[in-house]
């Protein structure tokens, strides 16, 4: 009897696996249709299942929702995509998986902006501003090129020497919108004004900026740019203001930004890590539930630290700096003074190159750069800078090294929850210790980015 009774086990099991495989859902019809910033993602399964989607650009990073109830009918609707985009997909429902691509289109001729807590939006979708001064031709072309998308005017700044405030004779490229420094009623840009640049250091007082309608009443926005001076780290500018006059100014716009430039400004006496602290400052007490956002050094710019020298890296690791501090917004200073005339597109070396990245880089994340807000803990001592992201379940975890100096530090993550994270475009993983804590190394000026992917069942 004992063979008939193998033979009895290997049945069961083989109709065991027969009937498991029967049970595993598959996925058919799957579609797939975006606009300028969404997409809508639809399929059937054969059997009931509750489904989520994975997506990115290059890589599956990015995770939607899960779907609230099991159905055998699906769609789902990803948000604050990426213009002109290219995304690829993978339909993950119980055991079956489906993959796919999608591209998304150019922005609408009219957009209409506003703030939604800590993020800007256009049309109702996160539009993350990449800023730098108006620019004109060639150089008009290459900041759009690099995913630039927001132009301010600055008096002077316009295209024609002849008349350099008239800024009609050279409009800018199709995908850049501008901020305006003409306050009358009729003169915002199509984006909304620029207040003048950096009032507490002129000794305006609040009350002295142009008083301007709320991006909610006008769907245009007004950006502020404020100096470092509101920060701890940083004396007191003069008598005339006190820290919390700054609460004042930012109570009068609906983006609020400040510049350090701790290279060719500071010769390096300021440590790039009061990026982040400064900008976690500006977000937490002066701007709370405001859009923030941080000028970046790109050049000599006026040429007083001419020992230093502003580099890919530095740029890189300044722009990350600023993004794990809390900005949801970035401005490049591409201007310089070193020759005999006034340059309004003077990178250093490489830095062209490395902005193309770095902007790419931050559209192939969004919206995750201004999604839910967490600090990090690390040691007192280190020079890295980090904080975490949650979006739809899956944590984020944006670091950065400030110095010059290679470093490894622990991390402690009490959201990680013992999942293992990603480092994304490394091609390699960390598995965490003891659930919550983990180590990496880090480069000179290195970032690195961590993703966990949703909990199980969530």
């Given at each position: 009897?004992?063979?008939?009774?193998?033979?009895?086990?290997?049945?069961a099991?083989l109709?065991?696996?027969?009937?498991?495989?029967?049970?595993?859902?598959q996925?058919?019809?799957?579609?797939?249709?975006a606009s300028?910033?969404?997409?809508?993602?639809?399929?059937k399964?054969s059997g009931?299942?509750?489904?989520?989607?994975?997506?990115?650009?290059?890589?599956?990073?990015?995770y939607s929702?899960?779907?609230?109830s099991?159905?055998?009918?699906?769609?789902?609707?990803?948000h604050?995509?990426?213009?002109?985009?290219a995304?690829?997909?993978?339909?993950v429902a119980?055991?079956?998986t489906?993959t796919?691509?999608?591209?998304?289109?150019?922005?609408?001729?009219?957009?209409?902006f506003?703030?939604d807590?800590t993020?800007v939006?256009?049309?109702?979708?996160?539009?993350f501003?990449?800023?730098?001064y108006?620019?004109?031709?060639?150089s008009a072309?290459?900041?759009?090129?690099?995913?630039?998308?927001?132009?301010?005017q600055?008096?002077?700044?316009?295209?024609v020497r002849?008349?350099?405030?008239?800024?009609?004779?050279d409009?800018?490229?199709?995908?850049?919108?501008?901020?305006?420094?003409d306050?009358?009623?009729?003169?915002?840009?199509?984006a909304?004004?620029?207040?003048?640049?950096?009032?507490?250091g002129w000794?305006?007082?609040p009350?002295?900026?142009?008083?301007l309608?709320?991006?909610s009443?006008?769907?245009?926005?007004?950006?502020?740019?404020?100096?470092?001076?509101f920060?701890?780290?940083?004396?007191?500018l003069n008598d005339?203001?006190d820290?919390?006059d700054?609460?004042?100014f930012?109570?009068l716009?609906?983006?609020?930004g400040?510049?350090?430039?701790?290279?060719?400004?500071f010769?390096?006496?300021?440590?790039?890590l009061?990026?982040?602290?400064?900008?976690?400052e500006l977000?937490?007490i002066y701007?709370?539930?405001?859009?923030?956002?941080?000028?970046?050094?790109?050049?000599?710019?006026?040429?007083e630290c001419?020992?230093?020298?502003?580099?890919p890296?530095?740029?890189?690791?300044e722009t990350?700096l600023?993004?794990?501090?809390?900005?949801?917004?970035?401005?490049?200073?591409?201007n310089s003074?070193?020759?005999r005339?006034?340059?309004?597109?003077d990178?250093a070396?490489?830095v062209?190159?490395?902005?193309?990245r770095?902007?790419?880089?931050?559209?192939?994340l969004?919206?995750?750069?201004?999604?839910?807000?967490?600090?990090?803990?690390?040691?007192w001592?280190t020079?890295?800078?980090?904080?975490?992201?949650?979006?739809?379940g899956a944590?984020?975890?944006?670091?950065?090294?400030?110095?010059?100096?290679?470093?490894?530090?622990?991390f402690?993550v009490?959201?990680?929850?013992?999942?293992?994270l990603?480092?994304?475009d490394?091609?390699r993983?960390?598995?965490?210790?003891?659930?919550?804590?983990?180590?990496d190394?880090?480069?000179?000026y290195?970032?690195h980015?961590?993703?966990?992917a949703?909990?199980a069942?969530s």
């Amino acid at each position: 009897m004992r063979p008939l009774a193998v033979f009895l086990i290997a049945s069961a099991l083989l109709a065991g696996g027969a009937s498991a495989a029967r049970s595993t859902p598959q996925i058919e019809d799957v579609a797939a249709a975006a606009s300028a910033t969404s997409a809508t993602v639809s399929w059937k399964t054969s059997g009931p299942t509750r489904g989520r989607i994975v997506y990115g650009v290059g890589g599956l990073y990015l995770y939607s929702a899960r779907e609230s109830s099991a159905a055998t009918t699906h769609t789902v609707v990803l948000h604050d995509l990426s213009l002109s985009t290219a995304y690829e997909f993978k339909i993950v429902a119980a055991a079956a998986t489906a993959t796919g691509t999608l591209t998304t289109s150019p922005a609408p001729a009219e957009l209409r902006f506003g703030v939604d807590g800590t993020r800007v939006t256009a049309n109702g979708s996160l539009f993350f501003p990449v800023l730098s001064y108006y620019q004109c031709g060639a150089s008009a072309a290459a900041a759009a090129s690099l995913g630039i998308n927001l132009f301010m005017q600055a008096p002077y700044t316009g295209c024609v020497r002849a008349n350099p405030n008239d800024f009609s004779t050279d409009p800018p490229p199709p995908s850049v919108s501008v901020l305006s420094d003409d306050y009358s009623d009729r003169g915002a840009g199509n984006a909304g004004w620029y207040l003048p640049d950096e009032p507490d250091g002129w000794g305006i007082a609040p009350e002295q900026l142009p008083q301007l309608p709320a991006s909610s009443q006008t769907g245009k926005l007004r950006f502020l740019n404020l100096t470092q001076h509101f920060y701890s780290g940083q004396a007191p500018l003069n008598d005339r203001f006190d820290r919390n006059d700054y609460k004042r100014f930012a109570a009068l716009a609906d983006v609020v930004g400040f510049d350090i430039y701790p290279i060719v400004k500071f010769c390096g006496r300021v440590s790039l890590l009061h990026l982040f602290r400064a900008q976690r400052e500006l977000m937490t007490i002066y701007a709370p539930g405001k859009p923030t956002f941080q000028w970046i050094e790109t050049s000599d710019m006026t040429g007083e630290c001419p020992a230093m020298q502003v580099t890919p890296q530095i740029v890189n690791a300044e722009t990350w700096l600023a993004i794990a501090g809390g900005a949801c917004g970035i401005g490049y200073f591409t201007n310089s003074w070193t020759g005999r005339l006034w340059n309004r597109w003077d990178l250093a070396p490489g830095v062209e190159a490395q902005l193309a990245r770095t902007v790419s880089q931050i559209r192939a994340l969004a919206p995750m750069p201004c999604a839910a807000y967490a600090d990090v803990t690390i040691p007192w001592d280190t020079a890295v800078a980090a904080s975490s992201r949650s979006l739809n379940g899956a944590l984020y975890v944006i670091a950065v090294n400030s110095s010059d100096q290679p470093t490894r530090i622990p991390f402690r993550v009490d959201a990680l929850a013992g999942r293992t994270l990603e480092v994304l475009d490394e091609n390699r993983t960390i598995k965490p210790a003891k659930k919550v804590y983990f180590r990496d190394a880090f480069g000179p000026y290195e970032v690195h980015i961590y993703v966990a992917a949703p909990l199980a069942g969530s």
